[in-house]
Nanobody
Framework: QLQLVESGGGLVQPGGSLRLSCAAS????????IFWFRQAPGKEREGISCISASGSNTHYADSVKGRFTISRDSRDNASVSVYLQMNDLRPEDTAIYYCETKSTFVLTLCDVRAQSMDFWGKGALVNVSS
């Protein structure tokens, strides 16, 4: 059983920046790729970024590529922090952002189009508005 807690959301003006954090705890995190999903009101859930279990590779949706950066800080097998640095934010980035995990035997790759996540947090609201 993993626990995931997101933080760092808030209100920001268009063109501004925010950094989301995800504190993940539990056994076996070395075998988990970690994802950021988002869901805006009235829209489908969207996978926007992921980082491989090894931390060596990342993948981004076209909607955020070049603006968002994911990183991973693995303290030990049972405690990992994942960050999403979001720059040049736009009103269409307004959504609830969720940190989610997926166990994998392919430690060096991830794909934001993956489905069937294993665990997820309660989300953090990002509101981009002037």
């Amino acid at each position: 059983q993993l626990q995931l807690v997101e933080s760092g959301g808030g209100l920001v003006q268009p063109g501004g920046s925010l950094r989301l954090s995800c504190a993940a705890s539990g056994e076996g995190l070395d075998w988990d790729a970690i994802f950021w999903f988002r869901q805006a009101p009235g829209k489908e859930r969207e996978g926007i970024s992921c980082i491989s279990a090894s931390g060596s590779n990342t993948h981004y949706a076209d909607s955020v590529k070049g603006r968002f950066t994911i990183s991973r800080d693995s303290r030990d097998n049972a405690s990992v922090s994942v960050y999403l640095q979001m720059n040049d934010l736009r009103p269409e980035d307004t959504a609830i952002y969720y940190c989610e995990t997926k166990s994998t035997f392919v430690l060096t790759l991830c794909d934001v189009r993956a489905q069937s996540m294993d665990f997820w947090g309660k989300g953090a609201l990002v509101n981009v508005s002037s």
